[in-house]
């Protein structure tokens, strides 16, 4: 929709403005007509619009007046009839501007019932709804107009326009908790009859889902560790574990490039070593044909900014359905603004991250660095050592953190991985354990009791 909005602003630019300047904007006189005349005539229509419209929603001013005086009334808890509506204009000097008394009782006479209040609403809404898409159409155009210097940027503030504009309409109206609990027991319902499958979005390692139940749509997801623990290794077994149930995947890679990204998934479905596929001694077909029809997306813009990413996710999510994102990693992303300081820098990333999650209704894992207060091997890291910002700590969902013992494993033998969910805003917080093969760069949970590893 941004891109056909934006393609029609420009071709009706300059020399369209005579032909734009004869049309009138979108409106339905009549419909705000009777929407005024349904709430004049039944004390009970102001409860099943007031949710849905606003004043401007209105295009003529005098009805605007009117509804606004309206809902001053009902945030008084006063009846809404003719006279009271009245005297409420009459008490502001807005009678005369609206057509005094003899507007309303024409209002009046205009509606014989109210049952329809919340058709014609909706009429009124969706033209006001058109309004504001061709006013961010034209901001678009003049913007664009301007010769902008950065381009990403007015991108970005274009798009944003539209997606508020989009979400806006979608959460206009508020729900009523019978719909909720209706969701509620059917979420119930289905975990009944799937009692062993998570009801989000799964790690792949129950270790980490038996405490989150899988991760929520809207989620931000922050994974956090010192270098060369495995925190990218474990992301990418996520995004991997994700992608092969289907779930479109898009990967933010700011610190490796594709090619040592896909050499990281290929070491997920081989049991060759990362050092052999990178220097060509060993080919393994298999594993490349088992990536080939993956729904993952890469990227590996280094030092890409929050504007930049939220675009590029956004196209990903008009070309594929995403239920994934992971950002490897956090402290390398940068904002378009000049923030004071490094600090107020990743809380403006944080908070967009966590936008993003909601806008798009997909999980946001993000890996972070831990500050060397965590010390590098040995001790539990603590939600205070995420580096840079405490904003991490208060916008994520979840939290995980790795950590490894101090002593080293013996020379290609498994190592042991901690970890914990260290904040958990729906659910339990706790330890776990991995173990990691660093020649594949894979994690993989404790032997069951086959004795083979998950």
Do not use: C
């Not at 062993?196 to 997801?221: K, N, W, Y």
């Amino acid at each position: 929709m941004f891109y056909l909005v934006f393609s029609m602003t420009l071709m009706t630019g300059t020399n369209g403005q005579g032909d734009q300047a004869d049309r009138v904007a979108p409106h339905d006189a009549t419909a705000e007509q009777q929407v005024l005349g349904a709430l004049l005539i039944d004390r009970d229509a102001i409860f099943k619009v007031a949710d849905q419209l606003r004043p401007d929603d209105f295009y003529l001013a005098r009805h605007q007046r009117i509804y606004g005086a309206a809902l001053e009334l009902l945030e008084r808890r006063e009846r809404i009839d003719p006279l009271t509506l009245q005297v409420e204009l009459a008490r502001n000097e807005r009678l005369d501007q609206v057509g005094g008394s003899a507007y309303l009782r024409e209002l009046v006479e205009l509606v014989p019932t109210a049952i329809e209040v919340e058709r014609d609403a909706g009429r009124v809404r969706d033209r006001a709804t058109m309004r504001r898409l061709l006013a961010a159409a034209t901001s678009i155009a003049t913007e664009a107009y301007s010769e902008p210097t950065d381009v990403s940027l007015t991108l970005d503030r274009a798009e944003q326009r539209i997606f508020a504009l989009r979400d806006e309409t979608a959460n206009a109206q508020l729900r009523h908790i019978q719909r909720a609990l209706q969701a509620n027991y059917e979420h119930i319902s289905e975990r009944m009859e799937h009692p062993f499958e998570v009801s989000g979005l799964a790690s792949g390692f129950r270790e980490i889902d038996g405490f989150t139940e899988g991760f929520s749509p809207g989620d931000l997801v922050i994974i956090a560790a010192r270098p060369s623990v495995g925190k990218t290794s474990l992301g990418l077994a996520i995004a991997h574990a994700a992608a092969k149930r289907g779930d479109g995947t898009l990967v933010f890679s700011l610190e490796m490039d594709t090619k040592q990204i896909v050499a990281r998934l290929l070491g997920l479905n081989s049991r060759i070593d990362l050092l052999s596929m990178r220097t060509g001694n060993i080919m393994d077909t298999e594993a490349a044909a088992s990536l080939t029809n993956l729904p993952i997306l890469l990227d590996d813009t280094p030092g890409i900014s929050i504007m930049e990413l939220r675009t590029k996710a956004r196209r990903a999510m008009a070309q594929t359905r995403l239920s994934l994102i992971v950002i490897d990693y956090l402290q390398l992303m940068r904002t378009a603004e000049h923030e004071e300081n490094r600090v107020q820098e990743i809380a403006t990333i944080s908070r967009n991250l966590k936008a993003l999650a909601r806008e798009l209704g997909v999980v946001v894992i993000a890996l972070s660095q831990l500050s060397r207060a965590a010390g590098d091997a040995g001790n539990e890291p603590m939600l205070s050592t995420l580096r840079e910002s405490g904003a991490l700590e208060q916008d994520a969902d979840v939290v995980v953190m790795l950590w490894r013992d101090r002593e080293d494993a013996q020379p290609g033998a498994p190592r042991l991985i901690h970890g914990s969910v260290a904040k958990n805003r729906n659910g339990p917080t706790g330890h776990f354990e991995l173990f990691f093969e660093s020649e594949q760069a894979r994690f993989f949970s404790r032997a069951d009791e086959g004795g083979m590893p998950v």
